[in-house]
């Protein structure tokens, strides 16, 4: 795990490695002020094939379509980047959330709303990630059951790590915490797409308009 793995943002020095936070002009509150939004994160959760990444897509395009700025960032794609030297292994899973939310908060910092569609397994981490991301986090539960996903199977992961030939696969041989507070929750085995972006949005739809 990295070291200062929990220092708080809005402390201003850092005394073990003699860093000090630089305060500049151009801050979040005047970025949301040119944009015209204010700038949050909805952090999807829940299993592989949950339906995650379709949702995030539907979501931003929505959003895209009502003149928000807006950033998606999506599990494999990230794993493919700025995640390409993490595995899965416990501390490679939180070392990856750990990343991502700092990139969130960053991107919020940069007046952007941010969809995050990652699994994020573990309830520690998405308590980071909400601790790094501070008040603009809002957890949006995918909670298709294994049942379903595994039916699904979309890219044939269930079945490959069914035949031991994937270790730590949540649902599977690697557990899923069930977040116990989250925002919203949508079930994609009961909702269609249009719904659950519908659902989401009216459950966010005071941020969305609230006035910068
Ligand atoms: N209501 C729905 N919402 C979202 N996806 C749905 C819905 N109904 C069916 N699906 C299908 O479920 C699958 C969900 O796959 P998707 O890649 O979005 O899952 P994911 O949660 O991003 O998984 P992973 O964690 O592996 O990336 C897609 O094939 C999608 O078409
Ligand atoms: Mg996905």
Redesign the pocket.
Known sequence: MTEGFNIQRDEKTDSRHNLTWHMMEINRQKREKQMQQKAFTIW?S?????????????LEKRLYAMGKKTMLL???NVRMGLNSNLGFSDEDRVENIRRIAEVAKLMNDAGLIVIT???SPYRHDRENAKQIIGDGFREVY?S?SIEE?EK?D??G?YKAAREGKIAQFTGITSPYEIPEHADVV?D??E???E??VNHILEQLKSLLRESV
């Open positions: 999807m829940g299993l592989s094939g949950a339906g995650k990444s379709t949702i995030a897509n539907a999506d599990g494999d569609a990652f699994i995918v298709t996903c699904r979309v890219k992961l949508v994609t085995a909702m269609d797409v719904t659950c």
